[in-house]
């Protein structure tokens, strides 16, 4: 018996709300639906539960980062991961890494991937620690509404109000303090059970204010994004597909190693010039759209680079597909 978590509902999109599209809705859509059609295409027994619960052979859930998730799972998850152990997703090591960017930084150190960093526990070491070119971001939070960026001389005088507009502001500490890293692109690098895969993203270098760092809000679809410049004009950017040589040897063995110490399926590591910015067991991202997408895959298991053409429905399932072959449920 497989138990799945249901999602929790603050991650349904409100009555009247809908995605932009079809496509975008079932892609970025709920974990445990995903769970349940594939294990009953599979005629794998299964129950749908809100809380916790002690009589299956397996749990797999969701445990996010919104606010009102974590006050709930934070109060079960050490006494399902007790009865479960490693027939959990996620597993402990992985479960406390997410959402805690101090935590990853320490990881991180391991590997020489992290950005130079300063740990500030409240405001007044905040301010002893910040200058002009770092950058702020609270340890918890994502999709960088808790990421803070100091360009200007005159936004040292206004800590408190961009702290003020953030997401979780009234949790906003322990925060890290981040040199700022000059680069063109972002990396996405994703690895899924034995493939590892990704693309890259474009930066802008202007920002409406420090708040609006690094992306300041987009619209557009797939493939090209469109910013608005700290002047209002409009800024396009595109995502690329990685390149074989992109997918080098270091980069490889590094996220193998993470995957192995945290006995993972799947993750996500967002980097900027061979450094990580955070990383993630959850991910509702996909490949751009070029053509296909075609794109290059390197296989941990047979230590080879493949050429992938996908549709964008693929990548729907393919993270859930991961983990329930990680635990055994399928093959």
């Known amino acids: 018996m497989v138990i799945v978590h249901k999602d929790n509902k603050c991650y349904e999109l409100p009555d009247g709300v809908e995605y932009k599209n079809h496509l975008a809705s079932r892609l970025w859509g ?6 349940e059609e594939i294990l009953k295409s599979n ?3 299964y129950k749908l539960v809100d809380y916790e619960n002690y009589d ?10 919104a606010h009102s998730d974590t006050e709930l799972h934070s109060k079960y998850f050490d006494k399902l991961y007790d009865y479960y152990g490693e027939n959990m997703w996620p597993n402990k090591k992985t479960y406390y890494y997410y959402d805690d960017k101090i935590r990853q930084l320490e990881l991180l150190k391991k590997y020489n991937r992290h950005i130079s960093s300063i ?3 409240d ?4 301010l002893k620690n910040i200058t002009v070119g770092t950058v702020i971001k609270s340890t918890y939070g994502a999709g960088a509404d808790t990421v803070i960026c100091i360009w200007k001389k005159e936004h040292l005088d206004n ?3 961009y702290i003020s507009n953030c997401c979780l502001n009234e949790n906003f500490f322990p925060c890290v303090v981040q040199e700022y890293i000059d680069f063109e692109w972002e990396y996405i690098i994703f690895s899924t059970s034995n493939e590892v895969y990704g693309y890259k993203r474009m930066l802008p270098k202007d920002w409406h204010s420090p708040n609006h760092f690094p992306y ?3 619209d557009g679809d797939w493939a090209v994004f469109s910013y608005n410049d700290k002047h209002g004009n409009r800024f396009k950017t595109h995502d690329t597909l990685l390149s074989k040589e992109e997918l080098d040897s270091d980069l490889i063995e590094f996220i193998r190693d993470v995957k192995n110490e945290l006995n993972t399926p799947n993750l996500k590591f967002d980097m900027i010039n061979g450094k990580v910015v955070e990383f993630s067991y959850i991910y509702n991202e996909i490949m751009p759209y070029v053509g296909g997408p075609m794109y290059f895959s390197y296989n941990i298991h047979l230590n080879i680079i493949e050429e992938k053409r996908k549709p964008l429905a693929y990548f729907q399932y393919e993270q ?5 072959k990680h635990l055994g449920i399928i093959k």
């Open 30 to 35: 709920l974990y445990s639906p995903k769970f």
């Open 43 to 45: 005629n794998i027994p």
């Open 56 to 65: 299956g052979d397996y749990f797999v859930g969701r445990f996010a980062h």
């Open 119 to 121: 740990v500030c526990n």
């Open 123 to 126: 405001l007044d070491e905040l």
């Open 159 to 161: 800590i408190e109000e």
């Open 216 to 218: 300041n809000g987009f």
């Open 320 to 324: 859930i597909n991961s983990v329930l």
